[in-house]
Each structure stands twice: as C-alpha cells, then as structure tokens.
C-alpha cells in the first residue's frame, strides 16, 4: 500500500469513528442561542405555558433520539410579570421550593448554570402522557428574572 | 446508573436530604419519636445524553422515591436504613425515533410493531439502591457540582 492510499485509509477510518462518536455522545440535540418568538410559541405549546409579553428567550435545546425527549430553555422577563406568569402555568398550585434545585448545571452546556443561582424558587409538575416540567426561577436580579424550564418525558 | 450518572446522584441525594429533613423536624415535633417507616413522593429526573449517554439511550427519564426505616439514637443522631426506588417503563411511543450510528433512524413505531405481534416486549425497569445513613443533625448530601460526597459513616 502506498502512502497515498494509507493517508486516505486512515482519515476514512478517522472521520467514520469521530461520526461514530458524535452520534453515541449524546443523541441528536440541537442549541438555540437566538431563542426566536416562533421558536418560544412551539415551546409554549410543549410545555404547556404561555410567556408574558416581556419574555426575552435566551438559550435553549432540544433533545432528540433517545427514548425520551427533552427541551432547555432558559428565558427573561420582568419581574412584575411572574405572578401572572405562574397563575396561567402547571404550578399553579405547586409548592416552589428555595431549598431545592430541580434543575442543575450539564456538563458541556456552559449556558445552563442553575447552580449558580442564590435566591430562587424551584419545582416539578407531572403533565400529561408521562411528561414532566421543571422549573428554577432566578430571583437575583431586582427587575429581571430568569427561568430556567426543562421539560422531559418518562 | 448511580454510578454514571451526576444526574441521578444528585436526585438520590435530595431524596436522602428530604428523608432527613422531614425525620429532624419530626423528631422535634415529637419527643417520644424512636423508630418509624417513612416514604417520600415519586419526583422525577432524567438522564441527559451531556450527563451519561449509555443511561439516556437506556433509560432518558424515570420516576424515583426515597424510602427509609429510621432510628433515633442519643445525641442529635439518627440512623436511617434508606432505599432509593426507581422506575420506568420501556415502552416505544408512535411520535418517537432513535437515531443510530450513520444517520440510521429507527422510528418507534417499527420496534412497537414487533411487541405488538409478539416478537418484542416492552418492559417495566425497576430497581433499589439501598444504603445505610448515620447522620448528627443537620448534615446533608451535596446536591451541585463540586461538592465532595462525603457522607460520614455510611455503608451500601
């Protein structure tokens, strides 16, 4: 075998295993760094919310291709909204708690930093068809808060 | 799963961490308080593929509970035989798919056929994680990132 043919052997070999890799690393998963008004509509509809007029979405991924799906989204809105926010929301009637994260920090989405949140209120609601959302309201910030959702089903 | 997965240490923790919240304000409720069986609720969590991919592709979201039969002992101490309770249903959803290596897409719906003529079983996955906790009043597992698992004098 000629070199030629060895270098052509091996980056084959190499790019077949790194496809390998990023397909068994994680499924198929998908980031959006400009959390567009469409794309936080389709969110709505999954989560079963519906964002104030202030939301501004900051990040968010979608997790697809194991037996179970998953969505991240982490957003801002005023905090004078939050109320209303929740009354229409799964936790309507759920106890937040400040003493316990439901979300937390993964490895590799440097974005998603729950753990790093001081003051906050936190839960978990089952919605339909074995599906469950999540919530951590930073409350840090005087004017401004951010929510962090991951929904998943089970 | 407790092994790979962050995800799911730290759900076993807040389990741990809620068992002995509630037997710490129970105990000062009630003075005569020695033994007892106590169970929480079903929470849920999820394995994502960031955290442990073998445990996404395996199992993605479960449901668990902590349960524990618990003992006061003297000095502000407690001992706790605690179980972490998990489960899930392995079952394939028409709207689902798993992408395998080289793009190759498997819809839910084909694997579900072959459970529905017989060829294939969907399944319940069940499992219990038991440990021994001996804890002085006021100690809790480390629930982030960074925090040593340092639980004292506890045994599997």
Known sequence: MSRVDLLLVTCFLGAVLSGCATVWSGGRSSVEPDV?????????????LTFPGS??????????GGPDDALYLKAEIDKDELDSFLKKSPFADANLRNDQKFVGNEKGQTWWQPDDVKTYKSGQVS????????????????????IYLLWHET | ?????????????????????FVEQFTTLNSNFKTSSIVGTWTRGFNSDNDSGNWFFAVGGYSAVGSANVKVLPDC??????????????NWDAHK???????????????GRLHLVGLAQEYDMVGTYEMRV??????????EPGQTDDPGRTGR
């Open chain 1, 36 to 48: 567009t008004k469409e794309k936080l509509q389709q969110y709505e509809k999954v989560m079963h």
């Open chain 1, 55 to 64: 939301t501004r979405g900051l990040n968010a991924r979608e997790v697809t």
């Open chain 1, 127 to 146: 919605l339909t068809q074995g599906e469950v959302l999540n919530i951590l309201l930073d409350l840090d910030q005087d004017k401004k808060v951010v």
């Open chain 2, 1 to 21: 799963m407790l092994m790979n997965s962050d995800g799911a240490r730290r759900h076993r923790n807040k389990e741990i961490n809620d068992a002995m919240d």
């Open chain 2, 77 to 90: 101490m407690y001992l706790m035989e605690f179980a972490f309770n998990f489960s899930d249903r392995y």
């Open chain 2, 97 to 111: 798919g798993v992408t395998m290596p080289l793009g190759h897409r498997v819809k839910d719906t084909e694997l």
């Open chain 2, 134 to 143: 001996c804890w002085h009043k006021g100690y809790r597992y480390p629930t």
